[in-house]
Structure formats: structure tokens, C-alpha cells
């Protein structure tokens, strides 16, 4: 046992000189024990034992790991997404033009104040029903200026925008397919003090002070923040707020992620 345990260091040394018989008998032996450690390791690996790390290291891309990724990654043709509270639309993520939500109910009948009415998802209208009415009690007034859009009236407001300010729309308005208001969960906020307009005046309004510290209370969250149009697409909207309901609204108040980059990670892909 000794002298195999020395041999090791001996065989790297002396190798540099050219194998002897007696080397050549220990290197054979080497290769021999070498094979089984192979041998293990793929068992292991065929096995599903090994830490991810390590699976890597030994094995690049596995078909393994390829097809189990794939299986994750696509959901069967009849399986519908739409409906999950954090599905991620955005630029390269659309809604198809025939979704429609099915629970859409109107914002009056949860005393929600709006300008010419609007619908939102049952789940959404009622904890925006709440949130305004707490928002009162606070001193502070909201009103709803725009809620759930249609695919269609989404081609139309953004074909509006388009003939107005040309190319620069694009950042202005998602394209029919790539909006949240599609989804009947996103809302835009305004009220008296910012002239019942959806404009940037508003963010300097106590109002949306109230807004940037106690929507996540109620499931909302800010989706186009300040200064993130390289992630999101879209230039600042502070009216702009899309219901994800309160559990994620508070992983996301908590982390310094935007709405974007955490949908990206543990959001849903929308199949529809
Ligand atoms: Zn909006």
C-alpha cells in the first residue's frame, strides 16, 4: 500500500525521463482506476445524484439536462397561461388577439371612481377598491383613467399615438397585443390635482407619494418605472400601475427588482 501511495508522486516526477516497465505497469494501472472514477462519476450523473455545479463540470450539455430544460420551458399546446396573475407581457412577450379576460366586472360596482367607467378582472377591482377607498381616508383622491383594454381598442389608441408623434409612440404605447391593460389587471391613475391627465406632473403630487408607499399593500406595483427604459421598453409612467396580487407585490417591494426583471425570473410565459 505504501508504495503505490508514493507512486504517484513518483510517476509525475519521472514521467519527464520516459515511463520505465515498472512505470508502465503503474501508469496501466492509473488508467484502470481512472476509468471506474469515469465510470462512477456518469453513474452518478445517469443516477440524477450530482449537485448542478458539478453535473456541469463533468458534462457540459448533457441530452439529460437539454431535454428536462425543455420540458419546463414548454407547457403543452392546450395549456393557457393568460390568466396567471404574474404572466409577462412585454415587447417580446404578447397576448394573443383573441384573449379576453373572463372575469372582467365594472370598477363602479366596487366604488371605484372613473373617468367615462372601465372593468378590471373580479380579483383586481376588488383590491383596487380598497386601495382607493383608504387612499380617501388619507386625504388622498384617485380616479382611474384607463383600465382593461381590448386588443382591438388597443390598435386603435396606439394607431392614435402613432399618427400623432410617428416612430416615437412606440415607446409611448405597447403594440395591440403587448399591453398589461389587455390583461384587465393594469390601471392608470390620475385625478384633480394633475388635471385628470396621465402625464409626469403627476408623480409630484402627494397622491402618488401615497401611491409609491402603500400600493403593494394591495397587490399593485409600479410597472414602468423611472429611468428603466432599457429594461422595460417603455418610458417612465407613474400613473401606470398592474395588479400581481399582494403576495408578489411584497416579494417585490422587498427586493430591488423591477417589475420587469422579476417577472423575467419567476414569472409565467404567456400561452394563449
Ligand atoms: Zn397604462
Not at 492509473?30 to 471506474?36: D, E, K
Not at 443516477?47 to 407547457?75: D, F, R
Request: aromatic share 10%; with cysteine.
Amino acid at each position: 500500500m505504501r508504495g503505490d501511495f508514493s507512486g504517484g508522486e513518483d510517476l509525475v516526477s519521472r514521467s519527464v525521463l520516459g515511463p520505465t516497465k515498472k512505470h508502465r505497469r503503474r501508469g496501466g494501472r492509473l488508467v484502470v482506476i481512472l476509468a471506474l472514477v469515469f465510470l462512477l462519476g456518469v453513474g452518478y450523473s445517469l443516477l440524477g445524484l450530482e449537485e448542478e455545479g458539478m453535473a456541469l463540470a463533468i458534462w457540459p450539455s448533457t441530452p439529460v439536462a437539454e431535454s428536462s430544460k425543455k420540458q419546463t420551458q414548454e407547457p403543452s399546446d392546450s395549456a393557457t397561461t393568460c390568466d396567471e396573475m404574474n404572466v409577462l407581457v412585454d415587447r417580446s412577450h404578447s397576448l394573443s388577439s383573441e384573449y379576453v379576460p373572463r372575469d372582467l366586472v365594472s370598477l363602479q360596482d366596487y366604488g371605484v371612481p372613473t373617468l367615462g367607467g372601465g372593468v378590471l378582472r373580479r380579483e383586481a377591482a376588488e383590491h383596487l377598491g380598497r386601495l382607493v377607498e383608504d387612499a380617501a381616508e388619507g386625504g388622498e383622491e384617485l380616479v382611474v383613467a384607463s383600465a382593461y383594454r381590448s386588443y382591438e381598442e388597443q390598435q386603435l389608441s396606439h394607431e392614435k399615438l402613432r399618427s400623432a408623434f410617428g416612430a416615437v409612440a412606440g415607446t409611448m404605447s405597447a403594440t395591440p397585443g403587448h399591453s398589461q391593460h389587455q390583461l384587465g389587471t393594469a390601471v392608470d391613475f390620475t385625478h384633480a390635482a394633475a388635471g385628470y391627465q396621465l402625464w409626469e406632473p403627476f408623480a409630484r403630487t402627494s397622491a402618488y407619494r401615497w401611491l409609491e408607499d402603500h400600493a403593494w399593500e394591495y397587490g399593485f406595483v409600479l410597472a414602468y418605472p423611472r429611468g428603466k427604459k432599457e429594461q422595460t421598453g417603455y418610458q417612465w409612467e407613474p400613473w401606470h400601475y398592474r395588479y400581481v396580487g399582494v403576495e408578489d407585490a411584497k416579494r417585490l417591494e422587498e427586493s430591488d427588482l423591477s417589475l420587469q426583471a422579476f417577472l423575467e425570473r419567476v414569472g409565467t410565459m404567456p400561452h394563449c
